[in-house]
């Protein structure tokens, strides 16, 4: 069964540092899609990509995430410099089309900013 | 704002309960889904329910959708260790196409 891939599973750096995370989605899937999960709440969608462009990306604080998807394929979330808040988990999704196809969810990387 | 409110956030229960899990909302959602989460993983997807007032089986879980579309609720019948895990809601926005989720409900079912 095809399933999201993502890496590294934990990341652990130090605060200004610049950490970056990767997904691979399921294959043929259009839709990818990354979300944050505070421990202790339901994730939440920091940006959405439809092929390599971006349909949402109002939750994403952007004057130090960034987020692209240049092929269409594979994605890289990037947090430059991090901060203690960051620490979370990081959750990539995709599904096949947009908005009403189910979305499946890679394993995650757990981030730990010191 | 939490747009779709999970009760109990938490459950600590013997094996062979019963238990309901709920999911409200003052919005209305096109679908609703209901995610299992385990400790370092990502959710996994258990439902999806599209029509108001829709019930769905799957083994010993019972989920509904409520008929105007604003809330849903899970149902464990006889509950084993292996339910043990975070249950979260996710409601689908008709505008938008945004997946809304709960904050979760940390299930626990002691042998």
């Known amino acids: 069964e095809a399933e999201v891939a993502q890496s590294p599973r934990y990341k652990i750096t130090e605060k200004s540092q610049a950490v970056a995370f990767w997904c691979d989605p399921i294959?043929?899937?259009?839709?990818l899609y990354w979300y944050r999960q505070i421990l202790g709440q339901g994730p939440e969608l920091l940006v959405q990509?439809?092929?390599?462009?971006?349909?949402?990306d109002s939750q994403l604080p952007k004057d130090r995430f960034s987020a692209e998807r240049l092929k269409g394929v594979d994605s890289t979330l990037k947090i430059q410099p991090a901060e203690l808040g960051d620490s979370a988990m990081y959750l990539c999704?995709?599904?096949?089309?947009?908005?009403?196809?189910?979305?499946?969810f890679g394993p995650g990387t757990r981030l730990t900013v010191t | 704002t939490q747009l779709l409110e999970q009760s109990p956030q938490f459950l600590s229960i013997q094996e062979g309960e019963n238990l309901t899990v709920y999911c409200n909302s003052s919005?209305?959602?096109?679908?609703l889904q209901w995610y299992r989460q385990e400790p370092g993983e990502g959710p996994v997807l258990l439902v999806t329910?599209?029509?108001?007032?829709e019930v769905k089986k799957l083994k010993r879980l019972t989920f509904q959708f409520g008929d105007a579309r604003k809330d849903s609720s899970l149902h464990i019948t006889a509950a084993q260790p292996g339910d043990t895990g975070l249950y979260l809601c996710?409601?689908?926005?008709?505008?938008?196409?945004?997946?809304?989720f709960g904050q979760g409900t940390e299930l626990s079912v002691k042998p």
């Open positions: 990509f439809q092929d390599e462009s971006v349909v949402d």
């Open positions: 329910v599209v029509t108001g007032g």
């Open positions: 999704a995709s599904s096949r089309d947009y908005p009403r196809d189910e979305q499946y």
């Open positions: 919005s209305v959602f096109s679908s």
């Open positions: 996710a409601g689908l926005r008709s505008q938008g196409g945004k997946l809304i």
């Open positions: 294959s043929g899937h259009a839709t």
